[in-house]
């Protein structure tokens, strides 16, 4: 089988599973107690912080451990409005991960409001289109740096740096989930206050998260019931989780070049072996991260199509939730205007360091196959 959904998730790496192992077995200690075990944990713990911090370039005690992305962006934006006197307001965009979005909704509810930015076509949201939504009670502005969807990048640094010059006291959040492992993600050159990521899109274990609070950002913590993570994150701490993202981390930034330039070769194979196709659009725009590729093939219904190639041996996705057994349209392509039609028949694939130039030629010979033969029986 040939796995092609990287962007849904990615193996746990048995370096990274390795380091783990301590944790779940020996070093079983809670890392608030004071006894050697407590030690050894909190010891584990705070090397994954380091570690981690220095790939991120912020300080340690900038990073909350969480139990992923989800968990992290709904703390930063119900935080961000609980800490704002006056913030009744939020920015962000349509092309946003449901982690956002229905965050967003459940703020609504509490009677926040919320403007969504439409992005362009090529999935990438402007930075004038975000400062011109920004008004005097815009408590936090949330964009995300990699489109999971599409793989388009948006000029983070750009509309940090504009929203503070638009509005100094408003917060911002970014969802860099599709970021880590695919594009630069220094934090010491953004006026970012608030940034998740999550560790299984790098080969870490599902689980494990981290919210990235800058030092002084007006920021108030959701989750009450222990002092752990400096009072910001209640909770005994998942020691394994936490060290499992410092390794993944350590691991992908030990080989950074090389990572970056496989995930462009393998993208390239790939898009290769299949555009000699008839009637396929590449959604992707050019300059999306490597790891993902999202093309429409005309008349084939997506589900069709990844059915069959699941039959072949070929794991994609249609880069929308999945609920139920049930693929929902994707709102991220409606977002950027693209025609029902060509929603109905677009496919993600999304490339790891897993994924061998191999796998790339072998899985683009069966899409090739595949289609054909669905257009032939028309
Ligand atoms: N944001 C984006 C862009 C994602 O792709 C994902 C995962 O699919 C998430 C947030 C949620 O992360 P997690 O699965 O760690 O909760």
């Not at 703020?107 to 930075?127: C, I, M, R």
């Not at 199509?305 to 709102?331: I, K, W």
């Amino acid at each position: 089988m040939i796995y092609l959904d990287n962007a849904a998730t990615t193996a746990l790496h048995p370096e990274v599973r390795q380091t783990m192992e301590a944790y779940l077995t020996d070093a079983y200690g809670n890392p608030s107690s004071l006894h050697g075990f407590g030690r050894q944990a909190r010891a584990g713990l705070d090397h994954a912080r380091a570690q981690i911090a220095q790939f991120l370039g912020c300080r340690a005690d900038e990073l909350v451990f969480t139990s992923g992305g989800t968990e992290s962006i709904h703390a930063a934006l119900v935080g961000a409005i609980f800490k704002h006197p006056h913030g009744r307001h939020i920015v962000t965009t349509s092309a946003e991960h449901h982690a956002v979005l229905d965050t967003c909704a459940f703020l609504t509810d509490l009677g926040v409001e919320v403007t969504y930015v439409a992005p362009q076509q090529d999935g990438v949201v402007s930075t004038a289109s975000v400062c011109a939504a920004i008004r005097s009670d815009t408590a936090v502005v949330s964009v995300m740096a990699v489109n999971n969807e599409l793989g388009s990048k948006n000029p983070i640094g750009e509309i940090a740096h504009a929203v503070k010059v638009t509005s100094p006291h408003t917060l911002v959040h970014s969802d860099m989930v599709q970021a880590l492992g695919t594009v630069p993600t220094d934090l010491s050159v953004m006026e970012l206050d608030l940034a998740s990521f999550s560790a299984h899109k790098i080969h870490g274990p599902k689980g494990s998260g981290l919210l990235y609070v800058r030092k002084g950002s007006q920021w108030h913590p959701v989750l009450h019931g222990g002092a752990q993570e400096r009072g910001r994150r209640a909770g005994t701490e998942n020691v394994a989780g936490a060290v499992g993202l410092g390794a993944a981390v350590a691991r992908m930034a030990s080989r950074w070049t090389a990572h970056v330039q496989d995930l462009h070769d393998v993208n390239e194979a790939f898009w290769e072996g299949i555009s000699s196709l008839p009637d396929i659009h590449r959604n992707s725009p050019g300059n999306a991260v490597p790891s993902i590729l999202n093309v429409a093939f005309d008349g084939i219904r997506s589900e069709t199509l990844l059915m069959r190639l699941d039959l072949e041996g070929v794991a994609a996705s249609a880069g929308s939730a999945c609920t139920a057994g049930s693929l929902e349209p994707s709102h991220v392509l409606a977002a950027c205007g693209l025609l029902p039609g060509v929603i109905e028949s677009s496919v993600r694939f999304s490339f790891s360091d897993d994924t061998s130039l191999e796998d790339a030629h072998r899985a683009a010979t069966i899409v090739r196959d595949v289609v054909q033969q669905l257009r032939h029986h028309r």
